[in-house]
């Protein structure tokens, strides 16, 4: 089982908690001790283990001002030239990753794309698998200007999200709404070819940049609003938007967004892997087919232990995903198509040829 995970948190975590995804996740925990920091949830061999031949690695940085911010978000930004200046860092990370070591790789064009699925064809040992990372821009604020995503492009990044909290370039919470710099934003993000993230935006500023944009679009993690209300949970009318645009969304294993009635003071046990199934039931029973629903795990997004369904104690436990869609009476086709041919549709359109 080959599968596409479009959301993980890999490098901030290295910036903010020192964390060394070349470790197995329990070795990670054991160094940690009883510290008040998220658990380490994920890992390389954790996701090689577990069949995640592809990962998006986000690069996220928070403004010093960000309400929520935990004790633990020790690097935050002021400046846009702040802002640049953690996302370099954590660009930097990803790139040493590729370069240290040999199961690693930056996906920069098809010929990346392909040599990584060739790596996990029947038979091949775990060892000789290479492990895909597409590097995702989540929240814009370090594009310092529009024309100056050129620079991104070449370092690497292929996929943008406008929006994670507020930024310049579009606006946070229901009434969120993508800015005139958004919109320029966007026609730069389509000369280049890039894969627009709509997560973390509302239904206005999702329902304007779908409209807006030409090129392709997902949202990498994100859950109907069916299931929570949030401002960035997708509606109905969103979910169908995107399905016409040919989108896939990742649905999350936070149980937050799996279970309305959820509360992080419950225990994970009244939440299971099938409540993930029913959230991508629910996209497909919306859209028709199983043609725009995947997985965005965000897995290590900074949750508490119990914030994750019973199954999970790490990525390692996410092959589960595949026996639960079975169990559920997806077909054999459709598993493949969600847990990881959808994303690869959209990275083969998407991806300069190499």
């Known amino acids: 089982m080959f599968i596409v995970d479009a959301h993980q948190n890999i490098a901030f975590n290295a910036q903010q908690l020192g964390r060394d995804y070349t470790r197995w996740a329990w070795q990670l925990r054991e160094s940690e001790g009883e510290s008040m920091t998220p658990p380490a ?38 400046t846009g030239d702040d802002a640049k200046l953690l996302a370099t860092w954590q660009m930097d990370y990803y790139r040493r990753l590729a370069d240290e070591e040999d199961q690693i790789t930056l996906i920069l064009n098809r010929s ?46 292929r996929v943008v999200a406008p929006a994670c909290l507020s930024t310049r370039y579009c606006t946070a919470g229901f009434e969120g709404e993508l800015t005139a710099l958004g919109y320029e934003l966007l026609d730069v993000l389509s000369d280049h070819g890039i894969l627009l993230d709509v997560s973390d935006m509302s239904e206005r500023a ?42 896939v969304i990742g649905i999350m294993v936070y149980n937050r967004y799996l279970r309305r009635d959820w509360h992080h003071s419950d225990p994970n046990r009244r939440v299971s892997l099938a409540h993930w199934v029913d959230a991508v039931d629910y996209v497909c029973q919306l859209t028709g087919s199983a043609a725009h629903a995947g997985l965005g795990s965000d897995i290590d997004g900074g ?50 040829e190499g």
Not at 45 to 73: A, K, T
Not at 321 to 327: F, H, K, Q, S, V
């Open 206 to 247: 999702c329902q304007q940049a779908i409209e807006h944009y030409p090129g392709g679009i997902i949202a990498s993690h994100a859950n109907p609003r069916y299931f929570y209300d949030s401002p960035r949970s997708l509606s109905d009318q969103t979910i169908r938007a995107l399905a016409e645009r040919d989108g």
């Open 112 to 157: 990346d794309l392909e040599a990584v699925v060739a790596s996990w064809q029947d038979g091949a040992p775990l060892s000789g698998r290479i492990a895909g990372i597409v590097l995702l821009m989540e929240g814009a604020e370090p594009i310092t200007e529009p024309q100056q995503f050129e620079e991104w492009m070449e370092l690497g990044v």
């Open 303 to 352: 949750y508490a232990y119990a914030s994750f369904p019973q199954e999970v104690d790490t990525s390692a436990d996410l092959w589960q995903l595949g026996d639960c869609l079975r169990a559920r009476g997806f077909g054999a086709d459709d598993v493949e198509a969600i847990l990881g041919g959808n994303h690869l549709r959209k990275l083969k359109e998407a991806l300069p």
């Open 41 to 78: 949830m994920t890992s390389l061999p954790d996701n090689l283990i577990s069949g995640i031949g592809i990962v998006y690695g986000s690069m996220i940085v928070i403004p010093e001002s960000f309400p929520q911010r935990e004790s633990w978000h020790k690097l935050t930004y002021r």
